[in-house]
C-alpha cells in the first residue's frame, strides 16, 4: 500500500512537472512565432518602403519642381471641408495653395498652414477645381469635387471623343499643379444636350 501511494504521488509530480514545462515550452515558441512575425513584417514594410522610394525616384524625375515630403497624421473626411493634416509647416516653407502630390498623383492643395502642420483640401472636396485634360483626346475641362472618393470633369464639349477608363491629367492652366499630373481615370460618360 504504502509503495502504490509513492508511486501515484511521483507520477502526479511528473505529470506536473511535464506541463509546467509544456507551459515554458509554449511561452518560448510563443516568443519565436511573434519575433518571426515582427521579422516578417519588417522584412515586408522594408519592401514596400523600397517600392516606394522607387516610384518617388521616378515621380521625382517627371516633376520639375523642388518636392518637400510630408506624412499625413490626421484625417477628415466628414466636417464641412475634405482635409488631410501634414506634419509640415510654415516653418517648413509650406505656404497656403501650394499643391500637394502623391506617387499616384494630385491629392490636393494647402488650405492652411501653421507653424508645424498643414491641411489639405483634397481634390474630392466640392470646393476644389483642377484644370484638366483626358490624355487620349487632349480635351480640356475642369475637375471638381463631389465628395467622398469622386471627382467630375466639367465643361467639357459635347463632340471630344472620351471613353470610360481615359487617363485625366492636370493641363497646368491653373498655375497650381504641375502639367501632366496624374488626376483619375474615367469611369463613366453622361452627355449632356
Known sequence: GVEKGIL?????WDRYVYLVD???ENRMLREIVAEMKRERNELTEAQLENKRLRSLIG????????????QV?????TGWFQTLLLDRGKQDGIEEGMAVLSVQGIVGQIMESSGNFSRVLLITDPNSAVAAMVQHSRARGVVEGKG????????VHRSEKITQGDPVLSSGLDGVYPKGT???TVSHVHRKE
Do not use: H, S
Open 59 to 70: 515621380f521625382k524625375q517627371n516633376v520639375p519642381k523642388p518636392l518637400l515630403p510630408a
Open 148 to 155: 467622398l472618393d469622386a471627382c467630375i470633369l466639367k465643361y
Open 8 to 12: 501515484l504521488f511521483r507520477g502526479t
Open 22 to 24: 509544456l507551459k515554458e
Open 73 to 77: 497624421i490626421g484625417k477628415d473626411l
Open 182 to 184: 496624374m488626376i483619375g
